[in-house]
T-cell receptor, first 109, second 114 residues
Framework: KNEVEQSPQNLTAQEGEFITINCSYS?????LHWLQQHPGGGIVSLFM???GKKKHGRLIATINIQEKHSSLHITASHPRDSAVYICAVSRGSQGNLIFGKGTKLSVKP | DSGVTQTPKHLITATGQRVTLRCSPR?????VYWYQQSLDQGLQFLIQ???????AKGNILERFSAQQFPDLHSELNLSSLELGDSALYFC?????????????FGDGTRLSIL
């Protein structure tokens, strides 16, 4: 079993829909990261959080440490949000990341 | 633009060869991470450097080595290449590599082994 599990693997939405991507982890963590990988391959860091909730524009990330679960929400989705969203965790005293397998999001106009 | 520069963007070579991937971290960042993304394994951590010293090691093969130079740029050397080494190799940087710091990723080097 992977230490970081994401669901769903694939997600297709209509423009304007509210989207939720889930991430569960089975190990103790120091922080959880949400990353976005564009079709061209580049990776952008969206959020890093260790508790509570963070918001940036139409993106919201939440984490529940007790339940070892995080969600990434996208409000009013747009075709430009189409990408792979990757959940990753850092553990212990080191910053290196352990990654989930990603959620491929496709937003149709 | 993350500020992290990776070169080359694409590399095509043959089995048995050796290649060097280069990474310049974001200005002010002292820590560099190398990650490998392959179709079957997904993203995996290879190795981390901080201010020229190796700090953490992940699933890095013995055929692979890395270093960070005094100007903080880093190089990942891959030797005796095999077909399975074909992957996207990412470099990321952070201020110090400690907890609670975001990582900034380069655009990656796509390595194809023929």
């Amino acid at each position: 079993k992977n230490e970081v599990e994401q669901s769903p693997q694939n997600l297709t939405a209509q423009e304007g829909e509210f989207i939720t991507i889930n991430c569960s982890y089975s190990v103790g963590i120091s922080a959880l990261h949400w990353l976005q990988q564009h079709p061209g391959g580049g990776i952008v860091s969206l959020f890093m959080l260790s508790s509570g909730k963070k918001k940036h524009g139409r993106l919201i990330a939440t984490i529940n440490i007790q339940e070892k679960h995080s969600s990434l929400h996208i409000t009013a989705s747009h075709p430009r949000d189409s990408a792979v969203y990757i959940c990753a965790v850092s553990r212990g005293s080191q910053g290196n990341l352990i990654f989930g397998k990603g959620t491929k999001l496709s937003v149709k106009p | 633009d993350s500020g992290v520069t990776q070169t080359p963007k694409h590399l095509i070579t043959a089995t048995g060869q050796r290649v060097t991937l280069r990474c310049s971290p974001r200005s002010g960042d002292l820590s560099v991470y190398w990650y490998q993304q392959s179709l079957d394994q997904g993203l995996q951590f290879l190795i981390q450097y901080y201010n020229g010293e190796e700090r953490a090691k992940g699933n890095i093969l013995e055929r692979f080595s890395a270093q960070q130079f005094p100007d903080l740029h880093s190089e990942l050397n891959l030797s005796s290449l095999e077909l399975g080494d074909s992957a996207l190799y990412f470099c990321a940087s952070s201020v110090s590599g400690d907890l609670g710091q975001p990582q900034h990723f380069g655009d990656g080097t796509r390595l194809s082994i023929l």
